[in-house]
C-alpha cells in the first residue's frame, strides 16, 4: 500500500514568486491536511480538505490556498512567496472519523531566497 | 481553544534503558483523541501511539506506552528498552472528537537522543 505521496521533496523558490506542492493521499484516505514546520513556530496547522471541501483553516494569510480534487489528490499554493514561508510543508491523510491519525508524508522542504 | 505543551525539549537514555516524554493539554472538550508521532532525520512524521479519551486503560504499542491522565491533562510517552533507531523528535497531538474537524494540535516536541 503506498503511503502518502509529496512532491517535489526540495524547492527552491525567490521572493515574490508563486508555488504549488502537491500531495497524493493514501487511497481510500478522503481527509487530507497540511501543516507547516519551522524551528521557531514548530507545526502549525495550514487547511483541510475532505471530498473537495476546505473544512478547516489555519491562521494564515490568504496567500495561502489549497484545494482537493476527486481523487482526493490535494494542492497547496503559496503567491508571493516571502523570506519567512521557507519552511517543510506536510501533507497527511487519514480515514473519515477522528478516532483515526493522520499518516504524514516525507513533506516538500521549500527555500524562499 | 485547545494546546499542548511539551516541556521537556532534549531528552537522552542509554541504549536498553526506559524513558519518559511528557505532555500536558488543555482543553474544554471531553471527548478527544491523542497522539504521539516520531519524525526521525527522514522528517516523516510516524504515528507511535493513539489514545482515546474516553478509555481509561492506557494504550501500548510493543516498547511503547502512554500514562494518560484525564483529570491531570497529562499524557506522557514511555519507551522501554530504547534502542538507536528510537532516536528522533517526539511529537504530542490532540484531535478533537468531532466530527467536524481532523485538525491536530502539536506540542512543541521532544528531541531523543539514544545513547549506544
Known amino acids: 500500500k503506498a503511503g502518502v505521496t509529496q512532491t517535489p521533496r526540495y524547492l527552491i523558490k525567490t521572493r515574490g514568486q508563486q508555488v504549488t506542492l502537491s500531495c497524493s493521499p493514501i487511497?481510500?484516505?478522503?481527509?487530507v491536511s497540511w501543516y507547516q514546520q519551522t524551528p521557531g513556530q514548530g507545526l502549525q496547522f495550514l487547511f483541510e480538505?475532505?471530498?473537495?471541501?476546505?473544512?478547516n483553516k489555519g491562521n494564515f494569510p490568504g496567500r495561502f490556498s489549497g484545494r482537493q480534487f476527486s481523487n482526493s489528490r490535494s494542492e497547496m499554493n503559496v503567491s508571493t512567496l516571502e523570506l519567512g514561508d521557507s519552511a517543510l510543508y506536510l501533507c497527511?491523510?487519514?480515514?473519515?472519523?477522528?478516532?483515526?491519525?493522520?499518516?504524514f508524508g516525507s513533506g516538500t522542504r521549500l527555500t524562499v531566497v | 481553544a485547545q494546546t499542548v505543551t511539551q516541556s521537556q525539549p532534549e531528552m537522552s537514555v542509554q541504549e536498553a534503558e526506559t524513558v519518559t516524554l511528557s505532555c500536558t493539554y488543555d482543553?474544554?472538550?471531553?471527548?478527544?483523541?491523542l497522539f504521539w508521532y516520531k519524525q526521525p532525520p527522514s522528517r516523516q512524521m510516524i504515528l507511535v501511539i493513539r489514545?482515546?479519551?474516553?478509555?481509561?486503560q492506557n494504550a501500548t504499542e510493543n516498547r511503547f506506552s502512554v500514562n494518560f491522565q484525564k483529570a491531570a491533562k497529562s499524557f506522557s510517552l514511555k519507551i522501554s528498552d530504547s534502542q538507536l533507531g528510537d532516536a528522533a523528535m517526539y511529537f504530542c497531538?490532540?484531535?478533537?472528537?468531532?466530527?467536524?474537524?481532523?485538525?491536530?494540535?502539536f506540542g512543541q516536541g521532544t528531541t531523543l537522543q539514544v545513547k549506544p
Open positions: 489514545q482515546e479519551a474516553y478509555k481509561q
Open positions: 482543553t474544554s472538550e471531553s471527548d478527544y483523541y
Open positions: 497531538a490532540y484531535r478533537s472528537a468531532s466530527s467536524n474537524t481532523g485538525k491536530l494540535i
Open positions: 480538505y475532505f471530498s473537495e471541501t476546505q473544512r
Open positions: 487511497s481510500g484516505h478522503r481527509s
Open positions: 497527511a491523510s487519514s480515514l473519515p472519523g477522528a478516532s483515526y491519525g493522520y499518516t
